[in-house]
């Protein structure tokens, strides 16, 4: 994280590199070190690396926009321990696979392309186990992306139902937001914010909601919008490897 030195200067951006760079410099190692100990990504599998590296620095980013430059009314500016920054990584960088995943997916694939295509995420998934420990399964994926994953199986944004589809997209960052909201912030969700979060697409006026409800939308869109600017245009050239 070297690139920080030139960015951070005064000492709260100072205690930021200096809890989350360990933590970020430690996963960061799993992916591009093959003589590690735990050879976690082999040499041959460049796109898998490139990918995991792109996925750790959005991560990042998307933290350092969020305690940095969300207004400051949301309250999501603290002194993080190094705990919530590997929460931060581990549940942001799932979102992101699982955002990942469905992309491309689609149900009108033929069952070959649909094994195919499996096999090859699954890839994707062991690695993700192997950099941050974990046991995830399509279970775990599906649970962050349950909106794509009915988008692709009904097709809503295919046959530009993009208010249905939009509104399936706002429940999956929403997922995400909801449960970093919980573990770092402390937040208990309450139910005028589950309210207003089913109300809630993209276009919908929002000056109504629950301060609470507001800062679910930031952040999860935040996270939503990395993913878009970051990791998307990536995409296509990783799967033309599948």
Known sequence: MGFLDKIFGNKEEADYKATVAPVFDSFMAEVIDPFNGLVVIERENEEVRDFFKMVLDATERSLRGILFMAPEEFGFKKTLTKEEVDFWFRKVSLALVAYSYYFFWAEEFSLLVQSSFKMYWQRMFDSYNKIFNENITINDVNHYAAGLKEDSEKGYSKSGNLEKSLGLMTND???????????????????????DLRKYTPDYDIGSFNPQAKKVIFLGSRIWQVHQQIIQPFLPKLLTNY
């Open 173 to 195: 960052y929403a997922t995400i937001a909801t449960e970093l909201l919980i573990k770092i912030w402390h937040e208990n969700i309450n139910q005028k914010t589950l309210d």
